[in-house]
């Protein structure tokens, strides 16, 4: 089943299964997946899993700063497609349709998608060739 994980901030590596549930994201401490950031509202988005269509969605909920999904601000319910960025408050979450069998294999993951993301550093005698 489907996973988030935490690629910015505090709680970057984090990661959490999402199940079939649906689960209420952000900063309040009674959340199962609470996000440590000033800018995320106490219950600021839910991820949920339709059955119909085998997706998952997020959802806005009326949070002061709003959901991103790839850099795109989301107004009603948004279907999610694996390597996904949600961006709440400062935070940016990775959601992934793959399966992990323990949080080694998650964190590998996680690791491999990181890698690809930062960018290669050239030293200027390189520039300038």
């Known amino acids: ?20 549930r649906t689960n209420v994201i952000g900063r309040d401490e009674a959340l199962l997946i609470q996000i440590l950031d000033d800018r995320v509202s106490r219950k600021h988005m839910r991820i949920g899993f339709d059955a119909s269509t085998g997706r998952h969605y997020v959802a ?21 497609n694996d390597g996904d960025y949600i961006t709440i408050g400062g935070t940016s979450l990775l959601f992934t349709e793959k399966d992990f069998d323990d949080h080694e294999s998650a964190l590998s993951h996680f690791k491999k998608v990181g890698e690809r993301e930062r960018p290669t550093q050239v030293s200027q005698e390189e520039q300038k060739q």
Request: proline share 2%; hydrophobic share 35%.
């Open 60 to 80: 806005d909920m009326h949070s002061r700063h709003g959901v991103f999904v790839n850099s795109n601000k989301i107004a009603d319910e948004t279907v999610l």
């Open 1 to 20: 089943m489907a996973s988030i994980f935490v690629m910015t901030g505090d709680q970057t590596g984090d990661y959490y299964p999402l199940g079939r």
